[in-house]
């Protein structure tokens, strides 16, 4: 069916614009039409979640391969994608050993940097924002940084806290911007001229989906429903939190306020830029927020850090909250557990979600990569072994299904896993922070 849109159309309105997801009925995925191989396969993902203070000693496991592969406790809400991860023990980073503290493991846990004490903020680029800078020209985003615990600047034990806060870095001394403002994320990836931000997105781009329902497809003009109300449903949902009070905290000053040096934009008035008092609907928020950043093809890179190493988050909503994070980590109890198992919800939520949108042959998940890390194994600082788990295959390079043990390996460097995972998608490099070899069997 010939037809002026493509893949990479996007659809326009006064100060917002979304691109297209996968059609079968739109041309390839580069900037023109040309029948191509590369152009008509979808894009390749990357999402990084990070979840502080590492999780129960006794139920961080994986036995078997493929759909009979046993999972620990904490492992049991992935239990459906069993055949679809890649669980990998025994890796580490050797610089993290060295201050045996949150912010001296936390810091480097995508780099495998250095890091200066004293106060100094000096690690490296974070493999993420390598992929950033080689591929974020072709998205509207290169790179989204999300998290749902705000970051600390004060010093611990001679390093500072800072290195808590941020796992992804742009550059030595500069940790990529972090949002933890839901309405500012969702602002980021459809918002052109914020001067315009009081419209739903959806109005604004109401004329061009309806040029483009005529078209395509039926089954396309299905999948373009579902996936304009996936945008609603967020928008709605942050903007419900707003009216219902159920937000803290107040919004950054756009005309003064920096975040780590970089000068806000100003913001319209619509959503408010609060952070939602739930913490389950915060990491809610963030993970449709990220799987409308896939799905949009707004970006190919995103970071979820879902709590602080050294966290202070607690969890009423699990009827857990007589402590905080950190200090419940360094208890091996039930409840433990159960804030383990709520955060392996969240990357689960988002796997499900990317798994539901048909990509052809393959699915918005098959297409991604998910990794989960943590800078320690348990709560007891325990950083001579890091716990891994990937999800999806990178549009089929990965052979997923297996768990992979390191530990007594000559090579088991974290940052040889980014060098295998960063040729996935094209980026081949000779070394990255301590490693100059790749991960045998990734």
């Known amino acids: 069916m010939p037809t002026r849109f493509t893949r990479r159309t996007i659809l326009r309105g006064l100060g917002v614009s979304m691109a297209l997801p996968w059609f079968e009925s ?17 894009p390749q993902r990357l999402a990084v979640f990070f979840a502080g203070n590492g999780f129960h000693r006794d139920e961080w496991w994986a036995r078997g391969a493929g759909a009979d592969m046993e999972l620990g406790k904490v492992l049991h809400p992935l239990n459906d994608f069993r055949d679809r991860l890649l669980f990998i023990r025994g890796l580490y980073n050797e610089e993290a050993l060295k201050g045996n503290i949150h912010s001296s493991q936390t810091g480097n846990l995508l780099s495998g940097a250095p890091l200066s004490s004293g106060g100094e903020i000096k690690s490296g680029t974070s493999f993420d924002q390598v992929l950033a800078q080689h591929l974020g020209n072709r998205t509207k985003v290169p790179s989204l940084v999300l998290g749902c615990e705000k970051a600390n600047p004060s010093v611990h034990k001679n390093y500072s806290m800072i290195y ?3 796992i992804s870095w742009s550059s030595p001394t500069t940790p990529t911007p972090l949002e933890v403002y839901p309405a500012l994320a969702f ?15 959806l109005d604004a781009i109401l004329s061009d989906a309806n040029d483009l329902r005529r078209t395509i497809s039926i089954a396309d003009q299905h999948k373009l429903d579902e996936y304009l109300h996936s945008v609603r449903d967020v928008e709605q949902r942050i903007t419900r939190a707003g009216q219902r009070g159920e937000l803290q905290g107040q919004r950054p000053d756009r ?3 920096t975040r780590q040096g970089s000068v806000l934009p100003q913001s319209a008035q619509r959503p408010p830029d609060g952070i939602p008092q739930d913490i389950a609907e915060h990491m ?10 896939f799905q949009t093809d707004a970006t190919h890179i995103v970071t979820l850090k879902l709590n602080n190493d050294h966290s202070s988050l607690r969890f009423p909503n699990l009827g857990v909250d007589y402590m905080i994070h950190h200090l419940l980590s360094h208890q091996e109890s039930a409840d433990w557990l159960k804030v383990n198992q709520f955060f392996l919800e969240q990357v689960a939520y988002i796997a499900r979600r990317l798994d539901a949108i048909q990509e052809g042959d393959r699915t918005a998940l098959d297409n991604s990569v998910l990794m989960l890390c943590s800078s320690m194994l348990t709560g007891s600082h325990n950083a001579n072994q890091l716990p891994v788990v990937l999800l999806g295959s990178a549009g089929g390079q990965l052979h997923t299904g297996r768990a992979l043990d390191y530990l007594d390996a000559p090579n088991r460097k974290m940052c040889s896993l980014y060098l295998s995972l960063m040729d996935k998608y094209g980026v081949r490099l000779n070394s990255f922070g301590d490693s100059t070899e790749r991960l045998a069997d990734v």
């Open 187 to 201: 602002d980021r990836l459809f918002r052109d001229d914020v001067s315009h931000g009081d419209a739903s997105v």
């Open 26 to 42: 739109l041309a390839a995925w580069g900037d023109t039409a040309t029948p191509a191989a590369d152009n008509n396969a979808p």
């Open 164 to 166: 808590s806060s941020h």
């Open 255 to 257: 005309s003064t306020a």
């Open 284 to 293: 809610r928020l963030m993970g449709d927020i990220l799987v409308l950043a």
